[in-house]
């Protein structure tokens, strides 16, 4: 337990590992305060594209937790410098929630239903045939598609819920093209989030609940993983992967634990 205490920064996944649904986590207000308290660099990382850093900012404040909007790292953020790192000044055909048509607009990616260079899908609720349809003109085109994240399901407060990786497959099927995912488990999203810490891979733990896309993710990072069984995970499951987190605790409550033990 010392040796991931010691670490200079933790970057965290959020749904499993920080809350469930709309509630927060044991553990979680003990160990963010004791974070903030020693100075540790941070970031939490999450693979919807659905809220903005303010946004999710708020919702932790509703939960009782003071985390400012610095402290997050979206795959809407993670999927916009990654179309800006590729061609500066490209312009997107946009499927998905306002936070996905911020983060471009913030990289100076601008909106095309004509002829963009391309078509982006995140997790949204707008979802319709007419978007499908215009989408798939695109792509046969030549637009490149792009996921924000490569989800086939979410889990919400109510229920099951498809996420980017359903809502994309019917335009895939119809063209012919495999989309690029920029979210976890492609460990560019966690690297992108490793230098807004400015830290090195060494110095950095990453804490996650899911081993095929958390864990994996801080594997092909060459970061320390911690699992939480927190989450979807459970014990019995580690097994069933050909590759293993460094550490394994029952979730943020053991290293609150530990840093009440320590002071």
């Known amino acids: 337990m010392q040796e991931i205490l010691n670490k200079s920064g933790f970057i965290c996944d959020m749904d499993g590992v920080i ?13 963010i305060n004791w974070l903030k308290e ?13 809220r903005t850093p303010q946004e999710l900012s708020m ?32 312009t997107a055909y946009v499927i998905g929630e306002p936070s996905l048509t911020k983060a471009m607009y913030d990289m100076e990616i601008y909106m095309n239903d004509v002829n963009p260079d391309y078509v982006v899908l995140g997790e949204t609720r707008t979802y319709c045939f007419e978007k499908i349809e215009k989408a798939i003109e695109l792509v046969n085109k030549g637009a490149k598609l792009i996921g924000a994240n490569p989800d086939h399901i979410g889990v919400t407060e ?16 119809a063209t012919g093209k495999k989309a690029y995912f920029v979210g976890k488990p492609n460990p560019l999203m966690l690297r992108s989030g490793l230098k807004r810490l400015g830290c090195h891979g060494s110095e950095i733990a990453f804490i ?7 864990i994996i993710a801080g594997i092909e990072s060459n ?17 069933n992967f050909p590759y293993r987190p460094k550490y ?11 840093v009440s033990v320590q002071e």
């Open 158 to 173: 109510k229920g099951v819920m498809p996420a980017t990786g359903s809502l994309i497959a019917p335009i895939e099927i």
């Open 59 to 90: 919702k932790l404040a509703r939960m009782g937790l003071d985390v400012s909007a610095d402290h997050f790292y979206t795959s809407a953020m993670a999927t916009a410098e990654f179309l800006h790192s590729q061609a500066p000044g490209c």
């Open 248 to 258: 394994i605790l029952n979730g943020i409550c053991d290293l609150a634990g530990a």
């Open 223 to 239: 970061i320390d993983t911690v699992l939480v069984l927190s989450g979807v995970t459970a014990r019995e499951d580690i097994d």
């Open 208 to 214: 996650g609940d899911r081993m095929d896309t958390d």
């Open 19 to 31: 809350y469930r649904g709309s509630r927060v986590l044991p553990g979680v207000p003990e160990f």
């Open 38 to 50: 020693t100075g540790k660099e941070f970031l939490f990382l999450t693979n919807s594209p659905e």
